[in-house]
């Protein structure tokens, strides 16, 4: 089986189209039944206004930095944060001063249960002599701190 590869980012975008976007550019990586991978370029003063959608959706920022909103909350984000747009609320994201790139990934659905009933029965049983082999891991991050060396000169999005 050849290597598929899927080419993105600079001269590989697409205006998004989507009514509720303006001065984004994207390209989508990957798309099937389980959900859609796209890189998205957000351009200085670019917006994606509030509007929500079915599906559990991340936004993994990859450079620059800009806003995003999820509900009535709003918070800077930048390059290596990830941010969770919930199924079914109105989430947003947009720049000021500085550009920013993003990949979105959207899962088919609002949580695991989707994946749940593609896998269920595809997974190997342990046996006895497999315990300590998988195990589930548990945890999250901490918030990065927040510094005004991180911050643009108007107070803007994160450098």
Known sequence: MPIEVSRF??????????????????RVIH?????????LAFARGSRMAPH?????????????????AVG?????????????WPADVDHAA????AE?????IEFAGPDEAVARGILEGAARR??????????????RLAPPPRSAERVGPTEGEPL
């Open 94 to 97: 947009w720049t000021d001063l």
């Open 9 to 26: 980012g600079v001269g590989h975008r697409r205006p998004v189209g989507a009514p509720w976007t303006e001065g984004v550019t994207g």
């Open 72 to 84: 009535d909350e709003r918070i800077r984000v930048a390059a290596g944060e990830a941010v969770t």
């Open 100 to 104: 920013m790139r993003a990949i979105v």
């Open 31 to 39: 798309s099937d039944g389980r959900g859609v991978v796209t890189e």
């Open 52 to 68: 929500s959608n079915p599906n559990t959706t991340y936004l993994v920022v990859i450079e620059g930095g800009g806003w995003t």
């Open 126 to 139: 342990l046996g006895p002599g497999d315990a300590g082999r998988a195990s589930r891991g548990e945890g």
